[in-house]
Nanobody, 123 residues
Framework: QVQLVESGGGLVQAGGSLRLSCAASGSIFRIKNMGWYRQYPGKQRELVATITSGGSTDYADSVKGRFTISRDNAKNTVYLQMNSLKPEDTAVYYC?????????????????WGRGTQVTVSS
């Protein structure tokens, strides 16, 4: 089985920084795209940032210049460095990874989500 576990959320004042981590574990053969999404109460999840296996990145306009996504392929981990945080960044942050896992026979490709970590930015 494949699992994603996020960490690093918490409470921070506006202008502060947080670093989120998401580690994948299990019978992993290969990890393709990894990304971070966030969800406001009563709203759908929205894209924050993504990173390919080759390191190409993409960001939502609202976080460009403030957030940086990175990954450590040896550790199957994706990070989100969040600087200059604003109250409107307050949300539950989820990581998502496209993972090819090993099966009894062959491999299986699927998107996996973590359970989420709360980020709260006070004004």
């Amino acid at each position: 089985q494949v699992q994603l576990v996020e960490s690093g959320g918490g409470l921070v004042q506006a202008g502060g920084s947080l670093r989120l981590s998401c580690a994948a574990s299990g019978s992993i053969f290969r990890i393709k795209n990894m990304g971070w999404y966030r969800q406001y109460p009563g709203k759908q999840r929205e894209l924050v940032a993504t990173i390919t296996s080759g390191g190409s990145t993409d960001y939502a306009d609202s976080v460009k210049g403030r957030f940086t996504i990175s990954r450590d392929n040896a550790k199957n981990t994706v990070y989100l460095q969040m600087n200059s945080l604003k109250p409107e960044d307050t949300a539950v942050y989820y990581c998502k990874s496209n993972i090819v896992s090993l099966q009894y026979v062959g491999t299986y490709e699927n998107d996996y989500w973590g359970r989420g970590t709360q980020v709260t930015v006070s004004s």
